[in-house]
């Protein structure tokens, strides 16, 4: 049984494309060798099993595009999902804004060292929820790595992006993490960036990362302001963070 789960990973394709040649002489064969009733029989029963099969596959293929973009941790979009979605977002501004945020969680080297690796996986998934629960459905929240993790924020000004992050901030100073870590404060630390304040940086800088990369890049710059005073939201402006 193990070997052939394996033969099924390893050569998907090849099994695919053995049956569905095989199908193709059956089909042929049987137009040489059986009456016309039974071909017609033939014909629905296989037309059903080709039906069946696509379904199955789309099944298979949904699975994968969820594995391929979601973290196995949290549930949580990747960094793969985060670049599909901030992609989209960017094509579809049309004169609107668009915020992102990067939050870093303050001292989790001190939860993982104190409590244990498995204290700390709990405290992920626990505050992946609760990022989840206070984003707005338009909102993409993503684990961008280790602890940190990012919020794409379509249609939002840096105002918005701001008092949105300072609310989940609170929520989030305020949470019982449970016994796992003896009921330890949590705090997070967020650069947010606007599309349109940065737009100028973006047009002249293209030749040293693509614009994504570089939007990306000035929203780290502004985490990097706020983890020297931590717990705290810092805005991106080219005064403070260039």
């Known amino acids: 049984m193990a070997k052939t789960s394996v033969f099924l990973q390893k050569f998907p394709h090849t099994i695919l494309a053995v049956l569905g040649g095989c199908f193709g002489i059956f089909i042929c064969l049987s137009d040489l060798f059986l009456p016309t009733s039974l071909r017609l029989n033939l014909f629905v029963l296989l037309t059903v ?14 699975k994968l595009f969820f594995n391929a ?10 960094r793969g999902m985060f670049y599909h979605s901030l992609k989209n977002e960017v094509n579809r501004i049309k004169g609107k804004d668009l915020c992102l945020a990067m939050l870093d969680l303050d001292n989790f080297k001190q939860i993982n060292d104190t409590y244990g690796h498995i ?3 709990i405290v992920l998934k626990k505050l992946a929820k609760l990022l989840e629960q206070n984003i707005r459905k338009s909102d993409t929240v993503v684990r961008w790595g280790g602890e940190e993790f990012a919020i794409i924020m379509p249609a939002t000004n840096m105002k918005g992006a701001y008092a949105l992050l300072e609310r989940i901030r609170t929520i989030i100073e305020a949470h019982n993490f449970g016994s796992e870590i003896n009921s330890r404060q949590i705090t997070f630390s967020s650069g947010v960036v606007s599309y349109l304040n940065v737009s100028n940086v973006l047009l002249t800088k293209t030749n040293e990362l693509n614009p994504l990369d570089l939007f990306v890049n000035l929203a780290d710059k502004a985490l990097y302001k706020a983890k020297d005073s931590k717990n705290t939201v810092v ?4 005064e403070l963070c260039a």
């Open 235 to 238: 805005t991106w402006n080219e």
């Open 69 to 78: 973009y979601r973290d196995t941790l949290t549930g949580l979009g990747n």
């Open 119 to 121: 204290a700390g996986d």
């Open 49 to 62: 099993i080709l039906i069946i099969t696509g379904l199955f596959l789309g099944l298979i293929l949904k």
